[in-house]
């Protein structure tokens, strides 16, 4: 699922994403059939992602189940036939090609 929240501060970002993650996994330990899912984070950049990890880390002790990726992974992974010549670089999402509508996490 997705969650949008709203802080000035980002360390209020990192402890209100601990919580969603905690949720989600919680809701997950709930269902045998979900043993094996994923929660997607899309951080901005590689340094928000080592940081992510490791306050995840010290949260939960270890990292089960959570995938990080680039919006450009994501979307290839969840069906956007991307552009070739647009290979890394931003895409509009006018520029996409949908042949399922992605699921959104």
């Given at each position: 699922?997705?969650?949008?929240?709203?802080?000035?501060?980002?360390?209020?970002?990192?402890?209100?994403?601990?919580?969603?993650v905690f949720q989600d996994l919680e809701a997950m330990a709930g269902d045998p059939s979900r043993i094996f899912e994923?929660?997607?984070?899309?951080?901005?950049?590689?340094?928000?992602?080592?940081?992510?990890?490791?306050?995840?880390?010290?949260?939960?002790?270890?990292?089960?189940?959570?995938?990080?990726?680039?919006?450009?992974?994501?979307?290839?992974?969840?069906?956007?036939?991307?552009?070739?010549?647009?290979?890394?670089?931003?895409?509009?999402?006018?520029?996409?090609?949908?042949?399922?509508?992605?699921?959104?996490?």
């Open positions: 699922m997705i969650h949008t929240i709203y802080c000035n501060v980002y360390e209020g970002l990192e402890a209100a994403l601990a919580e969603n994923k929660i997607e984070i899309i951080p901005a950049s590689s340094a928000i992602e080592d940081r992510l990890a490791r306050s995840l880390a010290d949260k939960f002790s270890i990292l089960p189940g959570i995938r990080f990726c680039s919006i450009f992974d994501w979307l290839t992974f969840h069906g956007c036939n991307l552009p070739s010549r647009l290979h890394r670089h931003f895409v509009g999402l006018a520029d996409l090609e949908y042949p399922q509508k992605p699921k959104i996490l």
